[in-house]
């Protein structure tokens, strides 16, 4: 299937349209309550010197509707660099239409360019769409892997009182 559009890099300009796909996201996800996102913070993020991101966006008839943001990790057993999704979201509008599916393989192809070991990502247990999606891909679903989060307050606490040995 092609898209009637364009997958490109994301722009400067293109922020408060990735910060509305952003939020369409945080409300799919029913995570709308951890939605602190700012233009400024997305802009320095993706476009400062060093940037902690990238992102990619799919257009079609001038309107970005879709994009994926992705990080540079690494795997100590491959030694090599790895490309992690963090999120990929498309416009519900214009779901079924290839538009996922050009954003990801834009994303393998990246991976593959940058002689990357991995191309991971997380997927929420109750987004089976998004699972049945990932595996008509060839993705496989780690089932011994759990994902750990320290954020806010624990992560302070965490952090609190490094001694080091003598």
């Not at 992705?70 to 990929?88: A, C, I, P, V």
């Not at 987004?127 to 759990?146: K, L, S, T």
Request: glycine share 8%; hydrophobic share 45%; aromatic share 12%.
């Amino acid at each position: 299937m092609s898209i009637n559009g364009t997958i490109r890099a994301a722009t400067r300009e293109d922020v408060p349209s990735l910060l509305a796909l952003i939020r369409g996201l945080a409300d799919y996800e029913r995570l709308s309550h951890q939605f602190e996102a700012t233009a400024e913070q997305l802009e320095e993020a993706l476009f400062c010197a060093s940037p902690a991101a990238e992102a990619i966006v799919a257009q079609t008839a001038g309107t970005i509707i879709g994009f994926a943001l992705f990080f540079t990790n690494f795997s100590t057993f491959l030694t090599r660099r790895g490309l992690y999704l963090e999120d990929l979201f498309v416009h519900p509008d214009y779901r079924g239409r290839g538009y996922g599916k050009a954003l990801f393989q834009h994303l393998a192809h990246l991976a593959v360019q940058r002689g990357c070991g991995r191309f991971e990502w997380s997927v929420l247990e109750w987004n089976q769409p998004a699972i049945r999606f990932y595996r008509a891909q060839g993705a496989e679903v780690m089932p011994d892997w759990r994902i750990c989060r320290l954020t806010g307050e624990a992560l302070k606490r965490a952090g609190e009182g490094v001694a080091f040995p003598s």
